[in-house]
């Protein structure tokens, strides 16, 4: 798949941008990122997802972005436990190995987002899209476990809270022979409008 140029998308672009209300801006837009998105989307594509795609690429172009690579099988968010303390209070603990897996994503996330001059802690005033291709070593369940333990771990490092995600895909995959698992996160920065702390 070719990259967009300004010849091919035209004032097709420049509405889906306003609809977004992205402004274009920063770092490059890393063509291959795009790509990235564009192919993970589900490759039975029914209208609605080729639709998808074809606003992702005309979007995300532009948009400042960075990927990380996680080694490792994808661990999903485990469920908080609940016990009584000495103080006779309940409390609620997450798993270790959950707490393990988000500690070691959020140390590769930080140094992947200082070296590639990330502000730590997000971009003032953006919100953010996020694609995540997972290669699991066996089924992990629901994906959307697996991903909330990657949202939570980059929680501080690439954004302030998940909640500034406002789009997000994911694929998942088991791992062929050979093939390590773990899982590649892109993130564009897409500088919509917001108010202040929101």
């Given at each position: 798949m070719r990259p967009p140029t300004k010849g091919s998308v035209g004032r097709e672009r420049a509405r889906a941008l306003r609809a977004f209300g992205v402004v274009p801006g920063g770092l490059s837009g890393a063509a291959e990122a795009q790509e990235r998105a564009a192919a993970s989307m589900p490759s039975p594509a029914p209208e609605?997802?080729?639709?998808?795609?074809?606003?992702?690429?005309?979007?995300?172009?532009?948009?400042?972005?960075?990927?990380?690579?996680?080694?490792?099988?994808?661990?999903?968010?485990?469920?908080?436990?609940?016990?009584?303390?000495?103080?006779?209070?309940?409390?609620?603990?997450?798993?270790?190995?959950?707490?393990?897996?988000?500690?070691?994503?959020?140390?590769?996330?930080?140094?992947?987002?200082?070296?590639?001059?990330?502000?730590?802690?997000?971009?003032?005033?953006?919100?953010?899209?996020?694609?995540?291709?997972?290669?699991?070593?066996?089924?992990?369940?629901?994906?959307?476990?697996v991903t909330k333990s990657i949202f939570d771990a980059l929680n501080g490092v690439i954004w302030r809270d998940d909640k500034e995600v406002c789009l997000s895909t994911s694929t998942r995959k088991l791992a062929a022979p050979g093939e390590r698992p773990g899982a590649r996160v892109t993130v564009w920065a897409l500088a919509i409008p917001t108010r202040a702390g929101k």
């Open positions: 609605a997802a080729e639709q998808m795609r074809h606003l992702l690429s005309l979007v995300l172009y532009a948009c400042p972005s960075l990927r990380i690579e996680l080694p490792g099988p994808p661990r999903p968010k485990g469920r908080p436990r609940t016990y009584v303390g000495a103080d006779g209070k309940p409390h609620t603990k997450t798993p270790p190995e959950t707490e393990d897996y988000e500690r070691h994503a959020r140390a590769v996330a930080r140094l992947v987002a200082m070296a590639n001059g990330w502000p730590l802690g997000g971009r003032p005033f953006c919100r953010y899209a996020v694609d995540i291709d997972l290669v699991l070593a066996e089924d992990a369940g629901d994906v959307d476990n």
